[in-house]
DNA sequence: GTAATGTCTTTTATCGGGAAAAAACAATTT
DNA sequence: AAATTGTTTTTTCCCGATAAAAGACATTAC
């Protein structure tokens, strides 16, 4: 059993949903393009629909031949790529207490407990250390950090100064830059969530990261928009153990964001500059108190 | 074939300078501390020196009997880590021409090339990859992004802002910390190159690291201080290909350093910004001048 | 009784192999 | 002739295995 075939059944469920909206589908590269696979895959996935009964299949015809119903969708779990599955399970662990910093991570234990291969663990962990949790001893362990709040701390240090230089250079983009439109998409977006907040308050935290995202491709720089990366990483687990008071947390980041894009359409640096500030130092605050002093992270 | 011993073979050369100056050799931890191995790897060591009749080794008693001769030593280049040999033959392709931006990696074949295994190969590259230089496709090759202009700028816009920042925070630091010692002593190496200029101005570059890493250890901020490997790494190389005028710029960069410290010491935040300020720029310029515009960079 | 040595166990570093997925090439179809 | 399908080759991803190196435990020496 050397590699899953993840990528084919992730293909496969998104190509079943498209089967919903037509009576045909496209070509082979251009099922391709839009599934994000090779051809040799989207094949695949064709023949099984055909075996089936989903399309008849013959050349350029791949008619629909009836709709997906849920037997024939793979299933969650299996769609997930290794990556993915180690680095849950390994936050998991993190989170879910007993990772005291200083602690020395034992690579073939931990590829045992999740059930795969040593080679995978040690990517995973290499890919990971960039994050600044784990630290690597020559020829030896891998050291746990720590999730403290001096880690908290150094990271949103380096958000400040990152997303201060990114407003600025944005809000200093020409008129006729296509960001512009996006940021208008955007604000509707953060309109329509307020208006239904009591509702789709979780869909906030994936709106958050394309907002920040935007701004930081302004500064045009690979470091910056690289490092935006580790906050993801850290906000979309942090949004997944600190669930207190979730709601009014994100209507009140909802409500910043519209100042900060307010802000930024008046191309005033000093205006950007202050709703910037306020936002991060929001977020700071909620980051924080997620992490009681002098002690590990927990889960909520 | 599944992992050299180079691992004891650079410990065993090391452990060979040790013996001129000694008598007889200590406790076998003590050993292990003195070459950072561990014990397993020592008494390897100590078994092939009683063999080649280097020591006679019995129980605690390692008594010398000879002075090490070149026949003693392994070769250099069997001393080498997996990591440092791939790390030098892909430094070696991109600075040799033929490496346009936008170029597909392929690990088969740079593993066939370097005669490893492709994990090693995917090892590597994963960690490589936090450099900027290569970008994954997932599932599929890795691209590389080029050692372009925009590279370096992107590189020095992010070292001057952390390096400001951490000189800053240098000068706050109290009185009796220990990094005034350790300035003091940069500041003494630095006064001493810069006299034996003419035929030492090779060691500049190893000097340069420490001086910068002590700085930015001042931040207390592991993404800074992590930053610098970036830089270290860019630069480490850029002094293998650009020897144009070394002397005459290791020599400016040595004065500048000087007046850096100066500034550090007088605590005085705007001097301290200023003479960083300007080294900085100059150490930019450098990279910069090395680098044709509109093309990839080319070994001298 | 502390610290060294001697011995045994575990972990890391690396390889080769094999299935999944991508990519390249050849043959059709419109 | 441009795009699509059919076929073959190459590459990526991942595992298990093995030697090197680290680490743990037992024994001995001072």
Redesign the pocket.
């Known amino acids: ?8 059944k992730d293909a496969f469920n998104r190509c079943l949903r498209l089967l919903d909206e037509t009576k045909s589908l496209p ?4 099922l391709g393009t839009l599934l994000g ?5 989207v ?2 996935i064709l023949a099984r629909m055909e075996e089936t009964g989903l399309i008849d299949w013959n ?2 015809n791949k008619t629909v031949l009836r709709a997906p119903r849920s037997e024939d969708f793979f299933p969650e779990e299996e769609t997930d ?3 993915e599955i180690i680095e849950r399970s390994f936050m998991r662990r993190l989170l879910a207490g007993g990772a005291e910093a200083g602690m020395q ?5 931990l590829a045992r407990e999740i059930g ?5 663990v ?1 990517e995973f962990l290499i890919r990971f250390s960039r994050f600044g949790l784990i630290e690597k ?6 050291v746990l950090k720590g999730f403290t709040r001096a880690f908290a701390l150094e990271l949103t240090e380096i958000r400040e100064i990152f997303e201060l230089r990114s407003a600025a250079a944005f809000a200093a983009l020409p008129e006729d830059s296509a960001v512009w439109a996006d940021l208008d998409r955007l604000e509707l977006e953060h309109r329509q969530l307020a208006s239904e907040i009591a509702t789709r308050f979780n869909e906030f935290s994936e709106l958050d990261e394309r907002f920040h995202r935007l701004i930081h491709r302004a500064s045009h720089n690979r470091f910056i928009v690289d490092f935006y990366d580790v906050i993801a990483m850290i906000f979309h687990y942090h949004y997944q153990w600190n669930k207190a008071e979730e709601r009014q947390r994100n209507e009140v980041a909802i409500q910043e964001h519209l100042a900060y894009i307010a802000a930024l359409k008046s191309r005033d640096p000093g205006k950007v500059d202050a709703a910037c500030r306020k936002h991060l130092k929001s977020a700071r605050q909620t980051l924080l108190t997620s992490i009681p002093e002098g002690r590990q992270m927990q889960p909520a």
Chains 1, 2 share one sequence.
Do not use: D, Q
């Open positions: 059993m050397s590699k899953s075939n993840n990528v084919y070509s082979e590269p251009e696979v090779s051809r040799t895959t094949r695949s050349k350029r790529s290794l990556a991570i034992n690579e073939l234990e795969v291969g040593t080679t995978s040690r001893r020559r020829n030896s362990h891998w």
